[in-house]
C-alpha cells in the first residue's frame, strides 16, 4: 500500500520530543490562510511551478522548450522538460517509508525522538498508516501525530493505539476554514478531542500566534479561556513566520499577508498563558 | 591592476638572482590575490613597497655541492640576522616576518609535518650534536644546533637585559631550552612556540602542532595538583599561546590568507586509552570558541568512544562558525593507515596534515598534496572529441572509454619530487638521527605521498547526466552533447539548466548516485593501482582544495558548468535539496580503501537557526560519523549575511568561512570565492 507523501524531513527538532523525522502527507479537511504547507491541503496533489526556473525568467535560447505556452498564455504550464513544474506529492510504498524512517533509529533512540506523522492531516490516511505504524511500534520507535483534530471520528480508533504523543494544533485564531472537499460532522473537534483524551498518548497543544487575529478585542480573553477548558498538557507557541511564502506563488495561491507579534508581545501573551496553567508553556522560535 | 602586476613581477626580477625569482613571484602573487582585511589601493601599495625596502632575503647558494650543509648554512644566517625584540606579550616567538627564507630552486617545498612535541621536549641539543661532523647530515645537524643555541643566548640575554618579571622568567625558559624538559605547563607552552616559530622562520609550510591536548597533559596535571595553576589560568595561558600562533597568518599563509595549516589535534585513542579526553580537550576547545579566530584551526579524532560532553563541547565550537574543530572519525581512518602500512602503534599518533590528510605526527614525512593533481573532468574533452567516428552503444561502454582515456591522462605511474633539505625539521623528527638522513631523503620511516583530485563530484554528476540523458532517456547524441560543450552552452541554456537539476545528483543517497561514485573510485583505485611518489604508493581523497582557481582552464562540462568555472570540492551536495542528514549517509556510505586516504571530507553549510539547539546538533554530527562519515567540517552562514558582507564589509570584520582545510575572514577572500560562498548558500543554489 502507498502513501501520499509530500515529504519526508529528516533531522527535525521542533516536531515533538528529541530528535525526529517528519512525514508530511497530503490532504487535509481545514484550509487555514495561515497554512504552512499549503500543498498539502487538497486531497489531489496540485502541481507546483517555479518561475525562477522556467527558461523564460532566464531569458535564454531553449529548443527544449519549443511549444511551451509559458508565459505568453499566462497560465502555467502542466509539465516542464527543465523540472519547473512538479507535483506537490507522490505516492510511496510503505515499505520504502519505513526504510527511509529507519535511517535514523539509533540518533532516535539516542536523542529520546521518534517519528511525527503531519500533512496535511495524517489521520486522514488511518488505514493506509496503520501497518507502517505497526512495524514502527515493533522496531520500538517513538510516534508522535501533528494533528488539528479535524477529521473523521471513525478514524481515531485506528491509530491512537500506536500513538505515543499527539501534537494537537488549536485552529483557533479565527473560526476554522475548511477544505470543501471533505465533510464533516460538526462536532467532530470535540469527538476527537475526547478520543485523544481516552488514549495513552501524551498531549501537547500547539498554537500560531496571528497578530492580526489576536489583536482583535476580545480574542486574547476567549483564547484563554477555551486554553482553560482543556485538559491540562504542555502548550507550544508558535510565532506565525512566512517561510511558506514562495511555496503560496509557485501553487498560484493567493498568499495573506498575516504577521506574527512583536517579540515582547509574544512573551507576554506567552506569560498570560502560564499564569492559568501549571503545564510547561514555550514559545518556539522556528 | 594588471599595469601594477607586471611592475611587481619586473621588480622581483631586478630584485633577486634568477634562479630565485619566481619564488619572489609565488610571494607577491601572494599578496596579490589576497588583499589583506579591508584592502585599499594605498594599503597595497604600501605593502608593495615594504617588500622592497624594509625585507631582507636569505638566498641559497647557487648549486651547492652538499644541499643539506648549505640549507643549514641558510637557516644559521636567518637566525644571525635576528634582532630580539621587547617582549610583548606573555611568549616569545622566533619569527621575524621581515626576514625571508628563499627556498633553493627546483626543489618542492616541505609542508604539513608536525614534530612530536613530546619528543621535542625532550631533545638534548648538546647530546644531539655530533662531536666529529664529517657527513652532510652529522654538518647539517652541527650549524643547526649551534645557530639555535647561538640564538637562544642572544635572545635570553635580551630578555634579561627588559627586566620584568615575565622577560626574565621567559628568558630562563629559554636557557633550560636546549637540555632540559620542560617543568611547568608555562614552559612547555613557550617551548612548543619557540621551535614551532623557528619552523616558520624556516619556511617549512603548514606547520602542525601535534595532540597538544595529549602533550601537555602531564604538566598542565602536575601544575594543578600542585596548585601551581588554576584551571583559570591555564585557560589565559592557552589563550596567549593560541593569539601568538595566529598572529602572523598573513606570514603563514600559502595561497589564500588563512591557509597556513597550523593544526592542533586533539582526542583520540592512545596505545594506553581507549578515548583520551582530558580537562584540556575541553579547555581547547572552549579557547577556541571564545576567540573565534580563523587561525590557528583544531582538530578533533572521534569514534564510538567519544563521550557525549565531548561531541557537545565540539558542536558548540563548530557552532561559533570558526572552523574549528574538523571531525576525524578515527574508527575509519587508524584501520585504513594500518593498510596502507603505518603500524598499528603509529597509527595512533594520527593527525591531519594541511587540511584532511592523515599522517603519523613525529614520524611521517608525508608529502600529501604534490602536483600535479589529478583533472578527470578533463577527460571528458579528449574523450568526446573522439565520438563521431565511433558510437559508444551503451552506458558500461561509455564508462570503459571513459576509464581507458582516464589512463592515458594521467600523469606518469612513476613520479620522483626532490624536496629541499631540512634540517631543522630532521633536528625534531628522532627517525632522521638514527638513520643519520635528512628529512628530505626520507629520513623518517614514512613517506606516503599523494594527489588530489581536483572536480571529482562534478565528474559524477556529468557521468549521471551522460547516463540520464544519452542513454536511459535518449535526448541527445553524444556528438551533440560534445558541441554543446564545445561552445560553452552558448546558445543551449536549456540543457545546461537540465544538467544542473537532474533529480540525481552527487550527494544524494540514491542507489544509481551511490552506484556510479562508488564505480569512479573503484575507476581511479585501479588506474592509479601502480602509481608511485618517490618510490610509495601514492594516495588521495575526494577533499581538493583550490576549487575555484584549479578549475580557470578546466572546460564546460555536462555537469551544467560553464567553462572555468569553480568546480565542488570535497563531498559536498550538489542540489539544495540535499540535506545533512542525507549528506552525512552519502558520506558514510562510500567505501574507502587505501588509495582514498588522503581526505573525504563532508562539507555542508547550516544555517545560523540550526543552532538553537546544540545537544541535537551534537548527536547529529555524532551519529554521522557513527554511520561512517570519513570527516565532517561545517559552516555555519546564511545567504543574506554573506549578500550584506559583500555588500558592506566593514558590518562583518569577523565573519569567519571554512574555505577548504582552513577558515579565513570572509572579508579576506577574493572576490571569486566570496561569489562561490554566496552561490552556495543560495536558497535554489546551482552551478555558475
Given amino acids: 500500500m502507498s502513501l501520499p507523501i509530500v515529504r519526508i524531513q529528516r533531522h527535525c527538532l521542533h516536531d515533538g520530543p528529541g530528535i525526529r523525522t517528519t512525514v508530511f502527507l497530503q490532504g487535509c479537511a481545514l484550509a487555514c490562510p495561515w497554512c504552512s504547507n499549503p500543498e498539502a491541503i487538497p486531497l489531489t496533489p496540485p502541481a507546483f511551478f517555479d518561475e525562477q526556473k522556467c527558461i523564460a525568467h532566464i531569458q535564454a535560447d531553449a529548443p527544449l522548450c519549443a511549444g511551451c505556452p509559458f508565459p505568453e498564455s499566462g497560465a502555467a504550464p502542466r509539465t516542464c522538460p527543465l523540472g519547473a513544474v512538479h507535483p506537490a506529492s507522490s505516492p510511496v510504498e510503505q515499505d520504502a517509508v519505513l526504510q527511509h524512517l529507519m535511517k535514523d533509529a539509533a540518533l532516535y533512540r539516542d536523542s529520546n525522538g521518534g517519528v511525527t506523522f503531519s500533512g496535511g492531516e495524517p489521520f486522514l490516511h488511518a488505514r493506509a498508516l496503520r501497518p507502517l505504524l505497526e512495524a514502527l511500534r515493533e522496531e520500538g520507535i517513538h510516534i508522535a501525530f501533528e494533528t488539528s483534530g479535524f477529521f473523521p471520528p471513525e478514524q481515531a480508533p485506528i491509530l491512537l493505539p500506536f500513538i505515543n504523543h499527539l501534537l494537537l494544533d488549536l485552529k483557533w485564531m479565527t473560526t476554522p476554514v475548511f477544505n ?4 464533516l460532522p460538526p462536532d467532530v473537534f470535540e469527538q476527537n478531542l475526547a478520543a485523544f483524551q481516552v488514549a495513552a498518548a501524551e498531549m501537547t497543544y500547539r498554537l500560531v500566534l496571528i497578530r492580526e487575529f489576536l489583536d482583535v478585542p476580545g480574542k486574547r480573553e476567549s483564547l484563554l479561556a477555551r486554553l482553560q477548558e482543556l485538559p491540562p498538557a504542555p502548550i507550544e507557541l508558535l510565532p506565525l513566520h512566512h517561510l511558506a511564502e514562495s511555496k503560496y506563488r509557485q501553487l498560484g495561491i493567493p498568499f495573506t499577508p498575516l504577521s506574527a507579534p512583536t517579540r515582547s508581545d509574544q512573551k507576554a501573551f506567552c506569560s498570560q498563558i502560564k499564569t492559568l496553567t501549571d503545564a510547561p508553556v514555550r514559545l518556539l522560535r522556528l | 591592476m594588471n599595469t601594477l602586476k607586471h611592475s611587481i613581477k619586473q621588480v622581483g626580477q631586478r630584485c633577486l638572482p634568477p634562479s630565485v625569482h619566481h619564488q619572489f613571484g609565488d610571494y607577491l602573487g601572494y599578496i596579490r590575490q589576497a588583499p589583506r582585511r579591508h584592502s585599499s589601493r594605498f594599503q597595497f601599495y604600501r605593502d608593495f613597497l615594504s617588500y622592497r625596502h624594509q625585507r631582507r632575503f636569505s638566498l641559497p647558494a647557487e648549486d651547492p655541492a652538499q644541499p643539506q650543509v648549505a640549507a643549514a648554512e641558510q637557516f644559521a644566517r636567518l637566525l644571525h640576522w635576528f634582532k630580539p625584540s621587547p617582549l610583548e606579550t606573555e611568549y616569545f616567538y622566533p619569527l621575524d616576518d621581515h626576514l625571508i627564507f628563499i627556498q633553493p630552486p627546483h626543489c618542492t617545498s616541505i609542508a604539513s609535518l608536525s614534530p612530536d612535541y613530546t619528543e621535542v621536549f625532550h631533545l638534548n641539543l648538546e647530546d644531539l650534536r655530533p662531536r666529529d661532523p664529517q657527513t652532510p647530515f652529522a654538518r647539517s645537524m652541527d650549524i643547526t644546533i649551534r645557530s639555535v643555541l647561538h640564538l637562544i643566548e642572544k635572545v635570553a640575554a635580551h630578555l634579561e637585559r627588559q627586566g620584568t618579571a615575565r622577560s626574565r622568567q621567559v628568558a630562563d625558559y629559554l636557557r633550560r631550552l636546549p637540555s632540559s624538559p620542560p617543568a611547568s605547563f608555562d614552559e612547555a607552552l613557550q617551548k612548543i612556540l619557540f621551535y614551532n616559530g623557528l619552523l616558520w622562520q624556516n619556511r617549512y609550510l603548514h606547520n602542525g602542532l601535534g595532540r597538544l591536548d ?7 596535571d602536575a601544575d594543578i595538583r600542585a596548585n601551581r595553576i588554576t584551571h583559570a589560568e591555564a585557560k589565559e595561558m592557552l589563550k596567549a599561546f593560541i593569539r601568538q600562533l595566529g598572529a602572523h597568518t598573513r606570514f603563514k599563509s600559502i595561497k589564500l590568507i588563512g591557509d597556513t595549516g597550523q593544526v592542533i589535534m586533539l582526542g583520540g585513542r592512545t596505545p594506553e586509552s581507549d578515548s583520551f579526553e582530558h580537562d584540556l580537550t575541553f579547555l581547547f576547545l572552549e579557547v577556541f570558541q571564545e576567540l573565534n579566530i580563523p587561525d590557528p584551526k583544531c582538530i578533533l579524532r572521534v569514534g564510538a568512544h567519544t563521550s557525549d560532553n565531548l561531541w557537545l563541547a565540539a558542536a558548540s565550537c563548530m557552532a561559533t562558525g570558526c572552523g574549528s574543530p574538523l571531525l576525524v572519525n578515527e574508527d575509519l581512518v587508524i584501520p585504513l593507515m594500518q593498510e596502507h602500512g603505518y603500524s598499528p602503534e603509529d597509527s595512533l599518533q594520527a593527525a591531519i596534515g594541511a587540511c584532511w590528510e592523515p599522517y603519523v605526527i613525529g614520524k611521517s614525512f608525508d608529502q600529501t598534496n604534490i602536483s600535479p593533481a589529478l583533472f578527470p573532468l578533463l577527460v571528458f574533452t579528449d574523450l568526446l572529441r573522439q565520438l563521431p567516428n565511433e558510437p559508444i552503444p551503451d552506458f558500461p561502454s561509455f564508462l570503459r572509454r571513459y576509464e581507458e582515456q582516464l589512463k592515458k591522462s594521467l600523469p606518469p605511474s612513476r613520479q620522483t619530487v626532490d624536496f629541499t633539505p631540512a634540517p631543522l625539521l630532521s633536528l625534531l623528527f628522532p627517525d632522521c638521527h638514527t638513520r643519520q638522513k635528512d628529512i628530505s631523503e626520507e629520513g623518517t620511516r614514512y613517506n606516503f605521498h599523494g594527489r588530489q583530485v581536483v572536480g571529482l563530484p562534478n565528474t559524477i554528476n556529468a557521468l549521471l547526466n551522460i547516463k540520464q540523458l544519452v542513454y536511459d532517456t535518449p535526448r541527445f547524441t553524444l556528438p551533440e552533447l560534445a558541441d554543446i560543450l564545445e561552445t560553452n552552452f552558448e546558445g543551449r541554456e536549456d540543457v545546461r539548466q537540465l544538467a544542473q537539476r537532474s533529480p540525481l545528483q552527487f550527494g544524494s543517497t540514491h542507489p544509481d548516485v551511490l552506484m556510479l561514485t562508488q564505480q569512479i573510485m573503484q575507476m581511479l583505485t585501479r588506474v592509479t593501482e601502480h602509481h608511485t611518489i618517490n618510490g610509495h604508493k601514492a594516495r588521495m ?32 551536495p550538489l542540489s539544495p535539496d540535499i540535506d545533512i542528514a542525507e549528506a552525512l549517509d552519502f558520506g558514510g556510505s562510500l567505501t574507502y580503501n587505501t588509495t582514498w586516504l588522503n581526505g573525504n571530507v563532508v562539507d555542508f553549510i547550516i544555517p545560523p537557526s540550526f543552532l538553537a539547539d546544540l545537544p541535537a546538533l551534537a548527536k547529529i554530527l555524532k551519529h554521522g560519523i ?7 567540517q561545517l559552516n555555519v552562514l546564511s545567504h543574506e549575511q554573506l549578500l550584506d558582507a559583500r555588500a558592506h564589509p566593514e558590518k562583518y570584520p569577523n565573519l569567519i568561512i571554512r574555505v577548504w582545510g582552513f577558515s579565513a575572514y570572509f572579508c579576506d577572500l577574493p572576490v571569486a570565492y566570496q561569489d562561490e560562498f554566496i552561490r552556495r548558500t543560495a536558497p535554489s543554489c546551482l552551478c555558475p
Avoid at chain 2, 214 to 220: H, K, M, S, T
Avoid at chain 2, 541 to 570: C, M, Q, T, W
Fill in chain 2, 214 to 220: 595529549l602533550v601537555l597533559a602531564p604538566y598542565y
Fill in chain 2, 541 to 572: 581523497g575526494f577533499a581538493s582544495s583550490r576549487y575555484v582557481d584549479s578549475a580557470e582552464s578546466i572546460p564546460a562540462s555536462l555537469d551544467g558548468r560553464k567553462a572555468s568555472a569553480p568546480v565542488a570540492a570535497h563531498i559536498i
Fill in chain 1, 180 to 183: 470543501p472537499e471533505i465533510s
Fill in chain 2, 626 to 632: 557513527h554511520r561512517g562519515a570519513y570527516e565532517v
